[in-house]
């Protein structure tokens, strides 16, 4: 049962209830600018007509931009340096570990293991980059179709883990 059909049911309004409230009323007074203090002091500024649609409007505002714009350049000189620093550092990691992979591959390159796994991952890319290419120029690449051969690379991958894995106890690579 909705709730409207429960309302329907209940007492019915009166027509002072169904009324909205009378709005609350200012107080008007002829003195509005007795309480204020420099109305008829000689030294009343006037402002342009354009005022509050200027950015900054008085020397206050202008000194917390300025400051807040100095405290911003120096947290993005403090940041940058913080970031160089830490570029640097993974660099030279980088540098490092690509220094030892690849001497790690230079010592391995005459191994059938290694070389088998690096020609069979060559030929694999550019089949299914061949592959998906011409489906996709034909409309035929579907989502279906890419799981389908993801699937497949799966469980390529899977057989040659165990077959390295088995050619590898038969020719070590080395260290």
Known sequence: MSYA???????KQSEEEK?????PEVEHT???????IDVDIDSVHTV??????????????????????LAAEAR???EVEKASKEFSKA???AKAKARKGLSSYEKNADNPVVLGNTVAVVALSAGLGFGAYRKYA?????????GAWTGLVG???????????????KYPTKK
């Open 19 to 23: 009324r909205a409230p009378a709005p």
């Open 30 to 36: 002829d003195a509005s600018t007795s309480s204020l």
């Open 138 to 146: 034909a409309g035929e690449l579907t989502w279906k179709v890419v």
């Open 48 to 69: 342009p007509s354009d005022f509050s649609s200027q950015p900054i409007q008085t020397s206050t505002q202008a000194d917390r931009i300025e400051h807040e714009a």
């Open 155 to 169: 469980l390529f991958a899977v057989g040659d883990y165990y077959l390295s894995s088995y050619f590898v106890k």
């Open 91 to 93: 660099a030279k990691d």
């Open 5 to 11: 059909a429960v309302a329907a049911k209940g007492p």
């Open 76 to 78: 993005a000189k403090e």
